[in-house]
């Protein structure tokens, strides 16, 4: 199979897994469960749960607990797009070529969905204990990781210092750093450990996986920037030349675009030959790092 | 010492517990973490974590578990009070006689000190992990309800069903009393749950605190509605009248002002009736449910 066709095969999967998770419309509050499903299901690439699976894979993993992780991941991914999108935040009015959540059900909802995700993240991966009674210590090592990258030291706090910059005037490179390892890497780790602990890395192995995860973020982060810039509206299905619009500072404000790219690559290269230097192989794994930095969406 | 006393000498050790967790201002982040902070230690009476505490000793509890959950749940009240407030929900400027979070921060750091409170409740509830050690059971059990109460088919979903009362014309008796359980009271019967299974409730005991917990919270949304009817602003430190202003339906617009106070007595009296059938005695967690049911702030 080419890595196309196995690229979709595994995103389904994503979606299936997902799926299970996601709760039935009804009740006296079937507005804001719709708003959380509606934003989950509109699409998207399922990147952070297929790095999961696949850096589970990696290790041999074979606990059941991979699911209900695989799901409040990307719950945690789109209950961060779906509050950026506020009105409040960055006012998205399109996302995936489809009108963003709080466009949809309105901005109170917008908030309450993305509340209710997060939530249901937390609901989800804590079920997992009850899929994985053997190893209680792996779910606990899990839930530490999820908790700790999508908080205030990880995106939150991403998200936050991209609000402070946006109210400033100058910004330093090693603001602009902190808010990519932040703001992307710390979510894309949160994924790649999760998938090496329950896959039953040793801690030396999950650290590695960790600094590996750091750099494929960044490069991600930087092909996000390079898109907005140069990309094709259609094939992102948004606006591009936001950033610049915006007045937004990158990596390419600071280094141009034909540096940026080459920093693209060389992260690239560099998480990729952490995981190459790991005692196991996964194909797929590594095609899928590559595929992260040549994306045209 | 008085009750009044001790209440205050409560409320003072809750807030030790909670200041014990809460983040360092500092990074490229701060304005979230400060943001985080202020909502946080604006005051409050702290019910949540003190019920949690008192349920706890009722069943003579031991397990250090306890600190990051009273902490973890007073995180979770605040969060829902600084969504509760931002511009695109209720509009509120002022609680407790201060400034919003979003009305002193930004509405953007609204949503996302929101946010970063919601995660760090799950951090903080998650790293009990590390204090008690010899029963991970209490601690996934603790989790459980914490998820649970506090998602779509608790607090949120209560949140979510009171928009949807706002945007419709009428609102029925039973989806009155589903905002009144899940907005409020899911919040109490977590606090009051978690304190049991900490202090070594079986689940049959578990099942009538939830119970008793749900009367009580009732009783406390109703007194809610009575004081904002009839309570003086300057000791509530908030607007009064405006569930009138904004035509809001409560229990006394079914009822009438008296058949409520009504209400909140026999609801209060069943919950109490409760509590003092389980075979051990708090005689503060008695007096702390009738007192909420007396309050005048």
Redesign the interface.
């Known amino acids: 199979m080419d890595f196309q066709r196995e690229l979709e095969y595994r995103a389904s999967d994503a979606e299936r897994v997902l799926n299970a998770y996601l709760?039935e419309e009804k009740?006296?509050?079937v507005?804001?469960?719709s708003a959380?499903n509606y934003s989950v299901t509109a699409g998207g690439k399922r990147l952070r749960p297929i790095l999961m699976a696949e850096t589970y894979k990696l290790f041999g993993g074979s606990s059941p607990a991979i699911r209900p992780f695989m799901a409040a991941i990307e719950m945690i991914h789109n209950?961060s797009l779906v509050?950026d999108d506020?009105?409040?935040?960055d006012n998205d009015k399109y996302r995936r070529g489809m009108l963003t959540t709080h466009a949809k059900y309105?901005?109170?909802?917008?908030?309450?969905a993305?509340?209710?995700l997060?939530?249901?993240a937390?609901?989800t991966a804590?079920?997992a204990?009850s899929v994985e009674k053997d190893r209680?210590d792996i779910v606990?090592k899990s839930?530490?990781i999820l908790?700790?990258k999508?908080?205030?030291n990880g995106m939150?706090?991403?998200?936050?210092?991209d609000?402070?910059e946006d109210r400033s005037d100058g910004i330093s490179r090693d603001?602009l750093d902190?808010?990519y390892e932040?703001k992307t890497s710390a979510l894309i780790e949160a994924a790649m450990m999760i998938g090496a602990v329950l896959g039953g890395a040793s801690s030396e192995e999950t650290d590695t996986v960790e600094k590996a995860a750091s750099l494929i973020g960044k490069a991600f982060q930087i092909m996000d920037d390079i898109l907005d810039a140069t990309g094709d509206e259609k094939t992102l299905g948004k606006e591009t030349g936001q950033d610049e619009r915006n007045h937004k500072v990158t990596l390419i404000t600071f280094d141009g675009l034909l540096k940026a790219r080459r920093a693209v690559s060389d992260l690239t290269d560099e998480g990729l030959s952490l995981i190459l230097g790991l005692p196991y192989e996964n194909r797929f794994l590594e095609k899928l790092i590559e595929y992260m930095a040549h994306r045209v969406k």
């Open positions: 709760p009740g006296y509050q507005n804001v469960i959380m209950y509050h506020l009105e409040a935040m309105g901005e109170d909802i917008g908030v309450l993305g509340d209710g997060l939530n249901l937390f609901e804590i079920s204990f209680p606990i839930l530490q908790s700790d999508a908080g205030i939150i706090g991403g998200q936050a210092a609000v402070a603001m902190f808010i932040a």
